[in-house]
């Protein structure tokens, strides 16, 4: 085996080379960087098991060399080592997966026990790293109680938690090529696997099993970066609009079956949320959606007094009381829209009971094909704009796009910026307003905000002294900086640190 040993100072960096007795953890060779960039040159020569680093170095520090490591060479150990208590770098550690955080001055007991746990951790990975393919589905299907158990036993990481299950399943409506599976499950069980602690296996209809051992079940946070990796792996250019169904930890192999029902039934979750592509369970809200007499009675008296503003306002409510409701029963929240676009439709002067019965089934079918709620709203809300609105540009639809411009570039650096928060800003629904911007601007809201956040990105890295990753995430509304890497890299191709390099020359 092979370590790196990275360190801005001499002392340490000697100290740590020749005192600690490498050769009987079955280390045959270490190496040492000053740096996070000296490191990275190292690194990419192959062949490092375990790397030890500072947090606090100059040109590239511990953390933005652990996230390159982290998403580059993930069966890499990392060990912090570190004279600072900084509280951000403590999470950055956990969401790399390091194996310790060490701190200065150096106790070579400490370092000694650190490393042991390292080769104990690196032999578990070379277990599941030896199974094959087929081994792995057959184990899946096993531990997930599909399957028969003979032959699938658990391996080392497998058989004490805490574990979790995800789901894998492409959006509602489309059809993915038919090699998309195959190639996925080959992805996550084949040698070339982006993480050792996965496992796969082929559900039904066209969903992926994915269970993760123990060494990436400890943290909700990183148990989500891994499944947005796994996303970004499976849907590279995101035609499939691929989602996961997410679990609670479970404290052992007896509890899959039951990560599994969670991690399916927050799939579910899509139907209120599909701009999202993470679904976690969520407790029931213990909330009936129904349209009362008194309800149906204002808006009676709005449509009367032909106060349509004030009935797409209600449209509005409408969608956020089923937000809010979120029934597990989506037949019946399709059903009270139904009655609630049946009761305006009766407002059309010049239908008859034919018209308004045909135009009814119409609508329904349209109901029942739409995949979620925002879909729902959206179709209602085109109905009733059809039948009603005689001057749809009185909405000032280009006006309250640009607003949201403007209050996108004034809030971008604030970490709670949502979607919801823009629309209620410029005064529409959440759902119409993220159809009416993409109509305008050719993307969606989310892409435009974090275009714009890494233009900004882009442009503190060209500064003299710029801000670390942590920092700079923070500074443009990311509070975790491995999702920033993984952002910047996907608008930019690059990483911030490359990125960083190119700008100096």
Known sequence: MRALIVEDERTPREILRDLVPW???????????RNGLEALEVLQEG???LVLTDVRMPKMDGVELALEVHRRWPDCVLIFLSGYSDKEYLKTAIRVQALDYLDKPIDLAVVSEAIA??????????????????????LVLALLGLGPESGALPEPGFQRGPLRVLVLSPSPGIEPPAEWRPSVLARINGEDSPRNGLIAAPGPGLQIFVICDHTLGGDPAFFEQVAQTLLAHADTDGSLRLRAGLSLAVSGPEGLRAGLAEAQSALTD???RPDLLLHSVRPPSGRILDLSDDLLASWSHLMESQDFSSVIRQLVVLEQRSMAA???DHEHVRAVWLRAMEFLLGFVPSWGAPERGARAEKL??????AP???SIAACARDCFDRLFLQSPGDLHVGDRVQK????????FADPDLTVDAIAVHVGFSESYFCTVFKQAQGITVKDFVNRHRIERAKAYLWEKEPPTLADLALKVGFRDPNYFSTVFKRHTGTSPGAYRKKALG
């Open 270 to 272: 899509a139907f209120y």
């Open 404 to 411: 949201a411009r403007s209050f996108i570039e004034e809030k």
């Open 364 to 369: 329904r079918r349209e109901l029942w094909s």
């Open 47 to 49: 062949g490092i098991d």
């Open 23 to 33: 050769s009987r953890y079955g280390f045959d060779r270490v190496d040492t960087a």
């Open 117 to 138: 746990e390292a080769v104990r951790t690196l032999q578990q990975k070379q277990a599941v790293r030896g199974l094959s393919p087929l081994r792995r589905q057959a």
């Open 326 to 328: 979120r029934e597990p």
């Open 372 to 374: 979620d709620l925002t």
